[in-house]
Every structure is written in structure tokens, then in C-alpha cells.
């Protein structure tokens, strides 16, 4: 750590540690949210003032001293704001282990989220706490939604360490709240960060410096929902196998006080032919299965299906992953478990059309009973796969998926979401997904709503006629796995899916490969969540998420 004496022996500079550093001690925490500044002792409950820098210089001493008094005076908290001004990026301590400020950098790429989604929470990281704590957000309204959801993730659920470490002990877990204080400032466009094109005109209720009810409960749902998807994914696959995640989609209907999940396991999966999810799944202990949450609207006219992958451990079957690369594959459940907290955040927010979650769930292991390299499986498109590479899974069970969700649940528009290629990462990077969809429009959208959302997207080629031929076979109708790993890896991943769902498919469809921003070094980040909730945003009657949606509401 870094500290540097300037203006009073109260103010210090912290530079930001890595993103990983409060990972295993932020156990038993609950967060909450609420709109305005409330009354506190910093030596009670630690207070970190974050914002961009042009946004914390507009808190005025009123403002702020409810939260200061008496061991911070006006004068001190001036400078304090002063440094954080002169260095954007950096934080500095006002008050020793007791308050502090932290200013987000100043200049964005067009790439790069405007709330600065991922600085926050490096920064939010940084600072590691035990006890109650209070962080003070200043922003825009339009940042709000993916400035919570960086806090959210920085607050990681799950935890199994037991404090008995003999060379390190960590503190005991206790029970903590973090109170997270919303100060919105007008966006009157004066900050040099003005609304690009790639980001589309501006709602006027995301101009305004106030938060109604309703959007405050959209809040605390988009950040319950991104731990959840985190700690699905964060847990190993022998607490998270395929019964513990049918078991927390049961779970979620529960709490949404909707029908029971349809549940489709094991033979059935085969007898009713749907050979990729049954092929990579048939060798664990657990079988797998097809797991479907639905929400009815009245009156509605509009099917959507999210389709995530959850692959709860993935081995690489009998194409077996070499042992560094085999690590981490818990992971490997990111996409259904996206889908899953999205399915939470959207339901309460009252949808206007029929949704749908699909999972596709099962550990690929290896045993008597796992594929082999040279196996065909059919699919339930009705399409034969020669299997030339076991640890290309993913596109197996998803393609079940997309099939069932246009051919059993009439859906008009179907997005799947996984943690599909390694390859992802190289492409497009650890922060921004890859996507590709049959549809420019839906493919645009879904950037735009990433930007806002701050779970960020990129589009790769879609090019049928030069991309599928990768997956000539001789024998079937198609292999999983391409020719030429040089040749556009993530985009041919996606034409699979879509081949087994058609090409000429009349509805829209959009494949989302999160493989590297389901990640923030070992710990998950609940990706997809906010993701999904904005881009449909205009499908239901939560006045944030209809704000913040890219496409206006038909």
C-alpha cells in the first residue's frame, strides 16, 4: 500500500489493491440500498464516499457532515475532495479506517461502460472491512443500475473457510451489513461524458437526481440477483451439482409464487431424444436435466426464452482438460445460473410477455458412461453429431435447449448465454462478452444495453457461409467441434446452436458467450444478470429497467 502524506495529517492516499483481495471474508453479508444520506458514526460503521469526480465535487458540506461530525471537519473533507479531484482513480483516507474517498477515472474509451462499472468495483474492493459499514454512491441516475451491481459483486456469498487455517487463520465470518447510500446528481450533460451514439438517446427519467420506491426494490433485486448468480457459480460442483441447482430453481419459484419448474431428467431426457444433454451428462452421479421456470403474462403476445448453460463441473469428458486448465471449472455454470437471477429480477418487475428459463444442467464427468470421441449422438433437432472433441459440450446442451424453447415453448425470441469458449476471451476479452445473433438489430441492441447495463458486449462476425463448413463430417450431419481452431472459434460455437435451432429460424436470436467476464480472477462476477434485465427492459413495468432499455416498448 501506498501512503502519501498531503494537505493534513488526516488525508492519505490508498491506491487500490487487486480485485481479488476481499474474496474470502465478505461472508454472512447483507446489502442494502436506499435513496439519500442518513445519520452515522464512522467509528462505528466505516463510510467510503465513491463517485466520479465531477459528481463527488457537487456534495456540499450539508450534505455529508451528518455522516462526518464531529471527527471530520469541513475543512478536512475539502481537501480530502481535492485530492480525489487532482488524481481521478485514486482514494484517499479522511479519517484513519474510518472514512474515505474514492473518485472513479475520468475518461472512458466508447467500449467502456459510463458508470465506470469496473473501477467501482476494484475500488469498492480495496478497502476490506469486518465490521458494518456504510458506502456512499454519487451518480447518475442512468449509472445507478450497473454502479449496483459492481457493489453487489464486490460482496461475494460464498464461503467455506472455517477460520482453523494453521499458518494464516482468518477472522471468524460474522454476520455484517453494508448500507449502500444512493446520491443521485442531475445529469445536466456538464461532466464531458455526454450520451454517445453507441449508447442512444437518453430517457428523461434517467435525467432526474431521484429514486422512487419501485426503482430502489429494482435495485436491491438486480444486486440479490447478481449474488446469487455469483455464489451458484462460485460453489463446487460437490455442494452444486445438478439435484442442489434443480433445488435452487425450485427455490426461486417459490419465491416468485409460480408453478413448479417442468423438470425433464435422465432417460426421459433420451427417450424423448434429447441426445446432447443426456450424451454429455450420462457418466456423473448426478443425471442431468432440463430445467424450465415459466411465467405467464395476461394477455400477452410475445414469447421470450433465456437459455443458459449449466455445465456444473466440466472435465472435458474423455477429451480430458489438462490439470491447470481443469481448475476453476465449477464455473462452467455461469450462463444458466445468469439466467436464473435475470428470471428473479425480471418476474418481480411483472413482464408483459411469456418468459421462460431454460437450464440446461449436468456435469460433464468422466466414467463407463461418457461419450467417446467418434460417438454420434441426435439431437432434439433431429440432427446427428459426430463427436470429435468431448470438451466441447456446451453447445450440445444448449442446443437442446434452443430447440425445446422454440419447438415446446413457442418462443419468438431466444437468447442463450454460456461460458462457452475459452476462445471468447482472446476475441473480444476479459470484460466484454462476444455475441452473435441472426439479427443485427437484436445484436445492437445488446451492445447498447450492455453499456448501460455495465455487463459489456461486443459483436462477433456472423457469417454462415464462411464460418460453418468448420464443422464438415463425414459421417453425420455435422461434428461439434471445428476443423481450424484458428477460424473465428466463438462465432462458429454460435452458428452450432443456431444450426440446430435453423437458419431460417423466423424468430430473433442471440448467443451470448460470457466465458471471461463470468470471472474476476477466482471469483465470479453474476454476469448476465443485469445484462438481460435491461436489454428486455422494455417488456415489463419496472419504470428503471423500461428506462434503461435500448428499444422502446412496442
Not at 491506491?15 to 442494502?32: E, F, G, N, Q
Not at 449502500?180 to 450520451?195: A, F, P, T
Not at 463446487?236 to 430453481?249: L, R, T
Not at 437459455?307 to 469428458?317: M, R
Amino acid at each position: 500500500m501506498l501512503l502519501l502524506k498531503t494537505f493534513s495529517a488526516c488525508v492519505t492516499f490508498i491506491r487500490p489493491r487487486l480485485c481479488t483481495v476481499r474474496t474470502m471474508t465478505s461472508a454472512s453479508v447483507t446489502i442494502k440500498f436506499r435513496s439519500g444520506l442518513t445519520s452515522s458514526d464512522p467509528e462505528q460503521c466505516p463510510v467510503l464516499f465513491v463517485g466520479q469526480t465531477f459528481h463527488l465535487s457537487q456534495l456540499s458540506w450539508s450534505d455529508v457532515r451528518r455522516k462526518l461530525e464531529p471527527h471530520v471537519t469541513e475543512e478536512a473533507w475539502k481537501r480530502g475532495i481535492s485530492c480525489v479531484v487532482a488524481t481521478p482513480g485514486e482514494a484517499v483516507e479522511v479519517w484513519p479506517r474510518a472514512v474515505s474517498i474514492a473518485s472513479l477515472p475520468a475518461r472512458r474509451s466508447r467500449h467502456a461502460a459510463p458508470s465506470r462499472a469496473h473501477a467501482l468495483a476494484k475500488l469498492v474492493r480495496a478497502t476490506p472491512r469486518h465490521s458494518d459499514e456504510f458506502i456512499v454512491l454519487v451518480c447518475r441516475k442512468r449509472d445507478v443500475l450497473a454502479s449496483v451491481a459492481a457493489i453487489a459483486r464486490s460482496f461475494p456469498e460464498y464461503v467455506a473457510r472455517s477460520g482453523a487455517a494453521p499458518l494464516a487463520p482468518a477472522p471468524e465470518p460474522r454476520a455484517r451489513t453494508v448500507t449502500v447510500e444512493l446520491h443521485l446528481v442531475r445529469d445536466d450533460g456538464r461532466d464531458g461524458d455526454s450520451e454517445d451514439e453507441c449508447i442512444g438517446s437518453l430517457d428523461p427519467i434517467l435525467c432526474e437526481s431521484s429514486l422512487s420506491s419501485e426503482e430502489l426494490a429494482t435495485l436491491q433485486d438486480v444486486a440479490d440477483a447478481t449474488r446469487l448468480a455469483a455464489r451458484i457459480t462460485d460453489m463446487p460442483a460437490n455442494i452444486m451439482n445438478v439435484d442442489k441447482f434443480i433445488h435452487e430453481a425450485c427455490d426461486i419459484a417459490k419465491k416468485l409464487d409460480i408453478q413448479e419448474p417442468t423438470i425433464i431428467r435422465g432417460e426421459e431426457l433420451k427417450n424423448r431424444g434429447m441426445g446432447g444433454i443426456y450424451g454429455v451428462g450420462r457418466a456423473a452421479s448426478c443425471p442431468p436435466a432440463l430445467v424450465v421456470l415459466s411465467y405467464t403474462a395476461p394477455a400477452a403476445t410475445e414469447t421470450v426464452a433465456w437459455v443458459g448453460k449449466g455445465i456444473v463441473y466440466d472435465t472435458g469428458g474423455l477429451s480430458i482438460k489438462a490439470r491447470t486448465s481443469m481448475v476453476g471449472m465449477k464455473g462452467d455454470c455461469g450462463g444458466a445460473a445468469a439466467v436464473l437471477g435475470a428470471f428473479y429480477v425480471f418476474v418481480k418487475a411483472k413482464p408483459s410477455i411469456n418468459l421462460h428459463a431454460v437450464l440446461c444442467l449436468a456435469e460433464n464427468a468422466v466414467g463407463p458412461l461418457a461419450t467417446r470421441p467418434d460417438d454420434i449422438h441426435q439431437l432434439y433437432s433431429g440432427r446427428t453429431v459426430e463427436i470429435n472433441n468431448t470438451d466441447a459440450e456446451g453447445r450440445l446442451v444448449l442446443s437442446d435447449g434452443v430447440v425445446y424453447a422454440s419447438r415446446d415453448l413457442k418462443a419468438d425470441t431466444i437468447v442463450d448465454i454460456a461460458t462457452l469458449t475459452g476462445a471468447q476471451g482472446t476475441a473480444t476479452g476479459k470484460y466484454h462478452a462476444g455475441v452473435v445473433s441472426n439479427s443485427a438489430r437484436l445484436e445492437r441492441l445488446c451492445v447498447r444495453a450492455g453499456l448501460r447495463a455495465g455487463d459489456l458486449a461486443h459483436a462477433l462476425p456472423f457469417a454462415p457461409e464462411l464460418h460453418f463448413a468448420e464443422f464438415t463430417s463425414c459421417v453425420a450431419d455435422m461434428k461439434n467441434s471445428v476443423a481450424d481452431r484458428n477460424n473465428a472459434q466463438p462465432s462458429c460455437a454460435g452458428l452450432f446452436i443456431l444450426a440446430h435451432l435453423g437458419f431460417d429460424f423466423p424468430g430473433s436470436w442471440l448467443h451470448i458467450d460470457m466465458a471471461a467476464p463470468a470471472h474476476c480472477g477466482e471469483r465470479a462476477t453474476g454476469y448476465g444478470v443485469s445484462l438481460l434485465s435491461v436489454l428486455f427492459g422494455s417488456r415489463c413495468q419496472a419504470t428503471l429497467l423500461r428506462a434503461l432499455c435500448p428499444a422502446p416498448a412496442p
